[in-house]
C-alpha cells in the first residue's frame, strides 16, 4: 500500500440530488467546515479537473454495505446521491462494476440509466455487451451449476447465486472448517473443468465459462468514453485486477482491510460516500470556474520571439516555443498540471504575494515576505531578429527562508511524453524537438513521475544567497553564461524603458497606456515583424462553453490596428517592420485579393484547425484548438487598415518608398476587384457570407487613403479610383442604412445591430455631425451597450452559448461619444473601462457583465490598443 487516508475526519456536506437549470451542476450547501488537506485530497483536485473523468466502484462492500442475504443489500443512501451528482455533470461518467449478475445488480441498486452497470466481473455489459452463450459454453455453465449445486446442497448456510455465465458459491454463514472444504471440492471439481475460469472473492467462489475481469471491463469503459483519468473504489480480491491496471494521473481507493496495490484505502462505504460528495463539489465547481486564477490577474513577460504567462503566485502556465505559434512546452492555463508549468513558492504556508512590473518593462516582481522571485525573459541581446530561435527565460529567487521549485516542461501540450535528466548544473529535457535545458547552480533536484511524464522538484535554502534558474530555449549547454544576471536584467530594464521613454504618452491614465503599450509590442515577433492578436489559444469567450479559439498568429487587420496605435505614441518601428513582412507576404502570392486574413508569424499558411482533445480547457472551457479556420475565409475588410497605417506612417513622415506605394496600389487593386463580393466580417462568423457594413466601408478606407498615398508619392492618381471611392460610399449609404431602425446595420440583407459598423463615422465615410451616423451611435449604445462594456452583435452566429462584451467595440464606442460631441459619456464609459484591467495593467479581450469576468485570450491586442487610441482622442 503506497499511502493511507482517514477519511472519516473529512467535513462534507449534504447533497442535493437535484440539478440547477444552468449547466446541469448540482446544487450545494454550505459546508460546516472545512476539509483538512491530504495527499488523498490532493489527487481528488486533480482528478476534478481533467478533460473527461471516469468515477467507477463495486457494489458490495464500497457503495452498499455487506450483510449476511446478498439480496438485502441496499446502497447507502449517500453514495446514490453523490453517483447521480457526478453523473450530472458534463464530461463525467459513473460505473459500477459487480460481481453480480447485471439483473440483480440493477434490481438492488434502482441506480439511474445515466450510471452504467456491469455485471459478472465484466462478462455482461448493458446494450450490445451482453454474452451470448453458444451451445458448448452453455452446456459448460449447466454442468458447473448441477456440480456446484450439488456441493452447496452438502454445506449448511451456503448457497449459489446462478448468473449468466457461471455461478457464484456464497460461504459467508459457513464455518471456517466447512468452507475451505467445499472450495476444495469445487475448484478440484467443476473448478477443474476446460474452460472454466474460477475466481476467489471476499467470502465468495466465482466460476465463469468466460474469462474477463473488473480491470478488463474497466478499461473496455475508458476507451469507449475517451476517459482521460479513473478514480475507482473497490473492497474485493477481485477489485485488484482494476488496481494493478490503472496508472498514471489515476486513482485507486481500497475499502476496509486486507492487501492491495491501491494507493489509498478508507475504511468503509460511508468514507466512500464523502470521497464522492468532495468529488462532486470540486469538479462541479472547476467547470463553474471556481478557483482558476481570472484570466485579467495573469501577467505576461515577452522577449518579442515567445510570451510566457505567469499567475499571481509565480507559476508560469504557459509557454510556446521556440515561437510564440508553436506547441506549448507549458499548457497548465488551459490543460491543468498535466499539460506542464514552472513553479517556485516558499516553504510553509505564505500569505498572498504581491506582484508588479518593475516600472515601465516586461519584468516581473513577486514578492513574499521571505522570498522575491523576479522573471522576465532575456532580451539583453537588444535586437530580437539576432537571436532568432533562442530564448532564455530567467527567474532570479532571493530571500531569507526556503523556496519550492516545480520544474514540469511537457511536449507538444503534454502529449508526448516528457522525459528529464539531471545534470551538473541544471536538468535537460530530453527528447525535445528544440533543445532546452533549465540552468540552476546550486539546485539539487529529484525527478518524479508523473504519469507519462516526468517533474523535477528541488527546494533550496535562499539564506545562504539569491538562486537564478535559467530556462534555455534553442541550446542544450549549461555552462555559465557570458554575462551576470544582474547584467542582464539591466539590459533588459534598459530594452523597455528606453523604448517606453522614447513614447508621447497622453496625460490621460498614463500609467495604464504605458502597460497597453507594453502589451502590444510583446505581441509583436522581433524576428518576422508580424504582430499577433494576442498570446494564447482557447481561453473562453463563453466560460464552459466552445467559443475557444487560437489566436497566436498575424491577423493582417488586427496587426495594422496595432502598429497604428503604436505609431501615434510615437514609434514606427514596429509598424514599418510589419509592412515589410506584409510585402513578404505579397510577393509570394500572386494575387493580393485572394489574400488570407491571417497567418502564421513566419507569413505562412496554418496548419488546419485541430482540437486537442487532451487538453480540458480553461475551467472546462472545451475545445482547446490550434490553428484556425477563418485563414480559409474571405474577409474583405483586411485592406482598409494596412492601407490606413501607411497612410498614418506617411503623415508622422516615416521613410516610405516605392515598394510601399506598390503594397498600397496591390490593396486598392484587390478591393477593385472584389468589394461588391459578400464576406465573412470583421467577426470571422461561420456562416454563409454576407454583405457587411463594416467590410464595405474598410473597403471605401482603402481606395480613399491609397487615393491620398498617390497623390503624394506621384502627385496624380487614376481616375478610376476616385469613382471607385464614390461607388463604394454610395453602395453603403444606400443599402446600409435601415430607416426602420434608423441606423446602419450588420450587413445589407437584415436589420440586426453589430457595433462594428460605428466605423462608418470613426474612419471618415460620413462626417460626425451626419445625424444617420449620430443614430447609429445611439443604437448601438442601446441595443449593444451594457454597463462597462459594449457587445459586437446579439445576432444569432451559429454557435451555442453567448460571448461577453467586446473590449475594442467599448473602445470604438468612447470614440464615437467624443465625434458627436458627447464627452463626458466618453469620460465616463472610459473610466468603466479602465476598471476591467487586471491588477498588473493588462487586458483580455471581452468581458461578462453579468458574472463580473473578463474572458478571452490573453493579453489581446485589440483591447490595448483601443484603450490607447481612447486615451490620445480624449486627451486631444
Request: hydrophobic share 40%.
Amino acid at each position: 500500500m503506497k499511502g493511507e487516508a482517514r477519511v472519516g475526519e473529512y467535513g462534507c456536506p449534504n447533497r442535493n440530488p437535484f440539478s440547477d437549470a444552468v449547466g446541469k451542476l448540482p446544487i450545494r450547501i454550505k459546508r460546516p467546515t472545512l476539509i483538512p488537506m491530504t495527499e488523498l485530497e490532493d489527487r481528488l483536485r486533480q482528478l476534478a479537473r481533467v478533460p473527461t473523468l471516469l468515477v467507477a466502484c463495486d457494489y458490495d462492500g464500497t457503495i452498499a454495505p455487506i450483510v449476511d442475504e446478498p439480496m438485502h443489500a441496499l446502497p447507502r443512501r449517500s453514495n446514490v446521491i453523490a453517483m447521480r451528482a457526478l453523473a450530472d455533470l458534463p464530461q463525467t461518467h459513473v460505473s459500477v462494476i459487480s460481481g453480480r449478475s447485471l439483473r440483480d445488480l440493477a434490481a438492488l441498486s434502482r441506480l439511474p440509466e445515466e450510471i452504467r452497470l456491469v455485471g459478472s466481473h465484466g462478462s455482461e455489459f448493458d446494450v450490445g455487451f451482453v454474452h451470448s452463450l453458444g451451445p458448448d459454453l452453455a452446456a459448460l455453465r449447466a454442468e458447473i451449476s448441477v456440480e456446484v449445486s450439488q456441493i452447496s446442497s452438502e454445506i449448511k448456510g451456503s448457497f449459489v447465486e446462478q448468473k449468466p455465465t457461471g455461478v457464484s458459491f456464497h460461504h459467508r454463514m459457513v464455518s471456517t472448517d466447512d468452507a475451505a472444504v467445499a472450495i476444495r471440492r469445487i475448484v478440484d471439481g467443476p473448478g477443474a473443468l476446460d474452460g472454466v475460469h474460477s475466481r476467489q472473492g471476499s467470502e465468495v467462489l466465482e466460476l465463469s465459462v468466460v474469462d474477463t475481469n473488473k480491470g478488463q471491463a474497466l478499461d473496455s469503459i475508458r476507451r469507449q468514453i475517451g476517459a482521460s483519468a479513473v478514480l475507482y473504489f473497490g473492497d474485493d480480491i477481485t477489485d485488484e485486477d482494476v488496481f494493478t491496471s490503472i496508472s498514471g494521473p489515476d486513482v485507486g481507493v481500497k475499502v476496509g482491510e486486507g492487501p492491495t496495490s491501491a494507493s489509498f484505502r478508507v475504511t468503509d462505504t460511508e468514507d466512500v460516500a464523502r470521497l464522492l460528495a468532495q468529488l462532486v463539489d470540486l469538479r462541479a465547481d472547476w467547470l463553474l470556474g471556481a478557483g482558476v486564477v481570472p484570466i485579467e490577474e495573469h501577467s505576461v513577460l515577452s522577449d518579442q520571439r515567445v510570451v510566457a504567462i505567469v499567475t499571481p503566485e509565480a507559476r508560469i502556465t504557459w509557454l510556446c516555443a521556440p515561437r510564440i505559434d508553436s506547441a506549448a512546452v507549458f499548457a497548465e492555463i488551459i490543460g491543468g498540471q498535466s499539460a506542464g508549468y514552472f513553479s517556485v513558492i516558499p516553504v510553509g504556508e505564505p500569505h498572498a504575494p504581491r506582484q508588479r512590473y518593475v516600472d515601465d518593462t516586461m519584468l516581473l516582481e513577486t514578492q513574499w515576505d521571505d522570498l522575491t522571485v523576479t522573471d522576465y525573459l532575456d532580451v539583453s541581446g537588444g535586437r530580437p531578429e539576432l537571436r532568432a530561435g533562442r530564448s532564455d527565460l530567467i527567474r532570479h529567487l532571493e530571500g531569507t527562508g526556503s523556496a519550492r521549485i516545480e520544474f514540469a516542461p511537457r511536449h507538444d501540450f503534454g502529449r508526448v511524453p516528457t522525459r528529464l535528466e539531471v545534470r551538473d548544473e541544471g536538468v535537460d529535457v530530453v527528447g525535445s524537438t528544440d533543445l532546452m535545458v533549465l540552468r540552476s547552480p546550486g539546485v539539487t533536484w529529484e525527478l518524479v513521475n508523473d504519469g507519462n511524464h516526468q517533474t523535477a522538484v528541488g527546494q533550496v535554502d535562499l539564506s545562504a544567497g539569491p538562486i537564478t534558474l535559467e530556462l534555455r530555449i534553442g541550446t542544450g549547454t549549461l555552462r555559465p553564461a557570458a554575462q551576470s544576471e544582474s547584467l542582464r536584467r539591466q539590459a533588459a530594464e534598459s530594452f523597455w524603458t528606453g523604448w517606453v521613454n522614447r513614447l508621447r504618452i497622453p496625460d490621460v491614465h498614463p500609467d495604464l497606456v504605458r502597460r497597453s503599450a507594453l502589451a502590444v509590442k510583446s505581441l509583436c515577433h522581433g524576428p518576422s515583424g508580424a504582430i499577433v492578436a494576442a498570446a494564447t489559444t482557447s481561453l473562453p469567450e463563453t466560460l464552459g462553453g466552445v467559443r475557444n479559439w487560437d489566436y497566436r498568429y498575424c491577423w493582417l487587420r488586427d496587426a495594422a490596428l496595432s502598429a497604428s496605435a503604436l505609431v501615434r505614441l510615437g514609434s514606427v518601428e514596429e509598424a514599418m517592420a510589419y509592412l515589410d513582412w506584409v510585402l513578404r507576404v505579397l510577393d509570394e502570392r500572386e494575387h493580393p485579393e485572394r489574400l488570407a486574413p491571417l497567418f502564421n508569424v513566419a507569413g505562412r499558411h496554418l496548419p488546419p484547425e485541430a482540437e486537442i482533445t487532451e487538453l480540458s480547457g480553461y475551467a472546462g472551457s472545451r475545445p482547446v484548438r490550434v490553428g484556425n479556420a477563418a485563414e480559409g475565409q474571405v474577409q474583405l475588410d483586411v485592406f482598409g487598415p494596412i492601407v490606413e497605417l501607411a497612410h498614418l506612417l506617411l503623415e508622422t513622415g516615416a521613410p516610405l518608398s516605392g515598394e510601399h506605394l506598390r503594397l498600397v496600389q496591390s490593396m486598392v487593386g484587390a478591393v477593385a476587384k472584389r468589394w461588391h463580393e459578400p464576406d465573412h466580417g470583421i467577426w470571422e462568423i461561420r456562416k454563409p457570407p454576407r454583405h457587411h457594413v463594416h467590410s464595405k466601408v474598410m473597403c471605401w478606407l482603402t481606395v480613399d487613403r491609397g487615393i491620398s498615398i498617390t497623390e503624394n508619392f506621384l502627385d496624380h492618381c487614376p481616375d478610376e479610383w476616385l469613382l471607385l471611392r464614390d461607388e463604394i460610399a454610395a453602395d453603403v449609404l444606400d443599402k446600409g442604412w435601415k430607416p426602420e431602425v434608423n441606423s446602419f446595420t450588420a450587413a445589407y440583407d437584415d436589420v440586426d445591430m453589430d457595433a462594428s459598423v460605428l466605423a462608418i463615422g470613426l474612419w471618415g465615410l460620413l462626417p460626425p455631425d451626419d445625424e444617420r451616423f449620430v443614430a447609429t451611435v445611439g443604437a448601438v449604445e442601446s441595443t449593444l451597450r451594457e454597463g462597462p462594456t459594449v457587445y459586437r452583435y446579439r445576432a444569432d452566429d451559429g454557435l451555442p452559448g453567448a460571448e461577453g462584451g467586446f473590449h475594442l467595440m467599448t473602445s470604438w464606442l468612447i470614440d464615437s461619444y467624443l465625434l458627436v460631441g458627447r464627452r463626458d459619456d466618453a469620460g465616463d464609459l472610459f473610466d468603466q473601462y479602465c476598471e476591467l484591467v487586471g491588477s498588473t495593467g493588462l487586458m483580455p479581450e471581452e468581458y461578462d457583465p453579468t458574472s463580473g469576468r473578463s474572458l478571452g485570450n490573453h493579453p489581446q491586442a485589440y483591447s490595448h490598443l483601443g484603450l490607447i487610441n481612447n486615451a490620445l482622442n480624449l486627451a486631444g
